[in-house]
């Protein structure tokens, strides 16, 4: 079925693309025919990673349902889990249009969004809705652009606390590139900081929730070394790798017209090595228990296994859908049972 409507698709800016693919989703009885389709339940796809019980280990990286729209439509096409957000504690609209761009070539996309969302109370307000069934939902949180870094804890403290009833983990982002400085968050001193405050209120509360960073793959292995000792010192989780890349590294799509696009993070294909690197270096290293997530370049099952087998317990996709379409979720299941 995506294979007749993806030119269609491709006709259209990616933002209206995914403007009309969500609505397709949303029309009644559409998200019945594609459970039929697309869903895959085996005993055997089960995982229980930090505590949680996924009926399978393929889940929608954040990005795609911001603001918690989408739940039912994207359980539909049988993702396990679903990473809404990032979210911040006021709305706002993000970077100027065009800001997400297709790199064809390369299966790759450029994005520069910059946390557009509705805030956090739009966000709660679709997580106090009734959920499908068996359905992990994440929430990714983030703080608003004009919030200095000095303050920006606050930002995180307020979505963790207004969010933390209708979730079921909680994921730290501070590694995009579309925030100015956001990344600068990801030094050792306010890194540990931030994890602290949230992971004392997480541990305050009587049933604390799973609580992850996404880092960046552009961090050097000392910098993820400091990751995996902040982790410990923290108590956090784990680790969801990776995030976008900065780099324009190796490319098909011409320099010209990768400089014409401008500035924003890379995902899809060209990612897929460097996270997998990340993911085996950091699993190599990790204290036992630790998760990690994997997401970054994933458009086929081999490339789903390949992340497990560096040391993955879940992945995520986001950019695969955009060109292997919803097939790929059902693909790589598959693949995990044979």
């Known amino acids: 079925m995506y294979h007749f409507l993806k030119p269609i698709l491709f006709l259209l800016s990616p933002e209206k693309a995914h403007q009309f693919t969500v609505a397709l989703l949303e029309i009644p009885g559409v998200a019945w025919v594609l459970r039929q389709i697309y869903a895959l339940k085996h005993p055997a796809l089960e995982r229980e ?38 979210v911040t504690p006021q709305p706002q609209d993000g970077n100027p249009l065009p800001r997400l761009f297709r790199l064809p070539a390369d299966a790759a996309l450029i994005n520069r969004m910059g946390f557009n ?18 359905l992990i939902v994440g929430g990714n949180i983030g703080k608003n652009k004009i919030t200095p870094n000095e303050t920006a804890v606050e930002d995180y403290l307020i979505c963790f606390d207004q969010l933390f009833p209708y979730v079921d983990y909680f994921v730290v982002n501070v590694s995009s590139p579309n925030t100015p400085n956001l990344r600068e968050l990801q030094d050792k001193a306010p890194l540990t900081a931030l994890l602290q405050s949230l992971q004392d209120r997480n541990l305050a509360r009587p049933n604390p929730k799973p609580l992850l960073l996404k880092i960046a793959p552009d961090l050097t292995n000392e910098q993820l070394d400091d990751i995996l000792e902040i982790v410990l010192q923290t108590g956090i989780n784990g680790v969801i790798a990776t995030n976008t890349t900065i780099s324009r590294e190796g490319l098909n799509t011409p320099a ?36 990690i997530i994997g997401v970054g370049g994933i458009s086929s099952p081999k490339d789903a296994l390949e992340k497990i087998a560096a040391g993955a317990d879940l992945i995520q996709i986001y950019s695969g859908l955009v060109y292997a379409g919803p097939g790929l979720i059902k693909a790589i299941n598959r693949k995990f049972l044979s």
């Not at 696009?261 to 036992?288: F, K």
């Open 117 to 134: 969302n509705k805030g956090v109370t739009a966000l709660v307000e679709q997580l106090k809705k009734p959920r499908p069934a068996n």
């Open 49 to 86: 990673v930090m505590g949680l019980k996924f009926h399978n280990p393929v889940g929608l990286a954040a990005g795609f349902d911001k603001n918690g729209e989408h739940l039912h439509a994207m359980a539909a096409l049988g993702f396990s889990f679903i990473e809404v957000g990032t």
């Open 256 to 291: 010209s017209e990768v400089e014409r696009l401008g500035m924003g993070g890379l995902s899809g294909a060209p990612l897929r090595e460097r996270a997998t690197e990340v993911i085996a270096y950091l699993r190599e290293r990790a204290h036992t228990g630790m998760v």
